[in-house]
């Protein structure tokens, strides 16, 4: 049986590929999730892709994937700098967690550079543009 790794990005997230391109390039969340699925499909694993604009949504998924997941893959977006509730909710879930980041965040606005969600995760993949999301699925094959 595969295991379900459970992906989730933040905020604006929806717009990948029309916002700043220049930063987060062309290609689409829409993109994202068929390129996870079918490497998914090729390590003998599943996805569950969601994205939510709401910082509840996501705890909620972070919730449901304590019961169905075998690990998370998370771009908590603009959430990464501010949320101790996503935080929280990823030290309740008992498998590894990976955080992906389109864009180098320590490279950026100052801000960005502290993550809440870097102190749970097993690993973090930033400044790869999308391919991140696959090196972190990568990791849930080994």
């Known amino acids: ?3 379900t790794i459970y992906v989730l990005n933040g905020p604006n997230l929806n717009l990948l590929g029309k916002r700043q391109p220049e930063i987060y390039g062309l290609e689409t969340l829409a ?3 068929a390129r996870m699925a ?3 499909q090729e390590l003998g694993l599943e996805i ?8 509840g949504a996501i705890v909620e998924k972070i919730h449901e994937a304590r019961e169905k997941a075998a690990g998370i893959i998370i771009n908590p977006a603009a959430y990464t700098h501010t949320s101790v509730a996503i935080l929280d909710a990823l030290n309740t879930f008992e498998h590894p967690v990976i955080e992906v980041h389109i ?7 100052a801000f960005r550079h502290h993550s809440f ?3 749970r995760a097993e690993g973090i993949v930033a400044g790869f543009g999308t391919l991140g999301y696959l090196v972190a699925l ?3 094959a080994g």
């Open 31 to 33: 993109d994202v999730e």
């Open 138 to 140: 990568e990791y849930f």
């Open 103 to 109: 864009s180098n965040i320590h490279t950026r606005e």
């Open 48 to 55: 569950e892709f969601f994205q939510s604009n709401y910082e």
């Open 1 to 3: 049986m595969s295991k």
């Open 117 to 119: 969600v870097s102190g």
């Open 38 to 40: 079918k490497k998914a």
